[in-house]
């Protein structure tokens, strides 16, 4: 395993693996992307468009998986494919995946039908478990469905599916990009702030609460936000983070914020008050000694200050179109932050 290798690329090319030992001839689909799939699978005479999902959620968020969905419905008729293929590392209830497949003419496949082919190879099985970091109390185990996904695949229609696609994080991104930076617009910032916030987590955070802010005009308004246990990120700030809050900053600086501004958000966050995490939301990204001082608050005092500019806001808006689940970047980015913590 290449630790350099974004998890999601480890566990498709796993994936890959796994789908040739079933038996299936793959190849890498090159129009993949957002307006194609990952890979093409020939089982027998028919052809597959095969999208691979990472989750680091091991419970099925339906949403996301029906976006995913919809797409690879789409793009598989465009290609001519014959059958549709999503491979998802969650588990997906049996009542939930027959809703799914009636509604979309796709298989899908989950973690639990992955270990069952792989069971056929004690290596890829052994990579698999330690890869999407299988619980040994994991009561979905292998081989409790006794059905091969393939049994219960059904042709594609010749027409294209009626379902429209979710555009909104396209759309969403396109307003933040237009939004001058500095003083003049800080209420537009933080009102298509609130937008995007809003569209990533809607079942994540609750409460909302805003503030005022007297510091400056750049950064007047913020949000604190009851944080619900849905996904592995939100589960970590609770659990491990002791924190049932966040705190979200908007700060539309035309450059890097600096020190002075992760001293003001630090104030903010109580360590008896259940509110150790912020995430601050600014357009160019902090400078090197702002980056120190959020070092020195995690290790002094556990509090995670999480920067995140435009480019990774508009990329976790993408992965919300796609189907997949915008909190893994917020835990990819606290994952990265912690190894490289200095003593």
Known sequence: MQPSKPTWELFENLVSRILEAANFQI?????????????????????WAVEVKYYR??????????????????????????????????????????????KFNVTFVDRVDLRNWAATSSGLSEELDALIEVDQSDSHPAGTRREDPRQRSKPLGESLPTIPEDNRGTALCQELKTIKRGKEAWSEYERVCEKILKYLFPNDLHGWHSQKRTDDDLNRFDFICRVRPTTEFWKFVIDHLDSRYVLFEFKNYSGKIKQGQILTTEKYLLERGLRRVAIIL???????????????????????????????????????ERGEDPTDCLFELADNFLLSLPR
């Open 27 to 47: 190849e890498v689909n090159p129009s993949r992307g957002d307006k194609g799939f990952d890979l093409f699978g020939i089982f027998g005479n028919e052809k």
């Open 57 to 102: 959620t091991v419970r099925a968020q339906p949403t996301l998986i029906e976006a995913a969905a919809t797409r690879l419905a789409y793009n598989g008729t465009v290609a001519q494919a014959q059958k549709c293929m999503l491979v998802v590392s969650c588990v997906l209830p049996p009542e939930l995946r027959e809703m799914l497949e009636q």
């Open 282 to 320: 600014t357009r160019a990204g902090a400078e090197p000694h702002a980056i120190t001082m959020t070092q020195g608050a995690m290790r002094e005092h556990g509090k995670l200050m999480l920067i995140v500019n435009d480019e990774k806001l508009c990329e976790m808006l993408h992965m919300k």
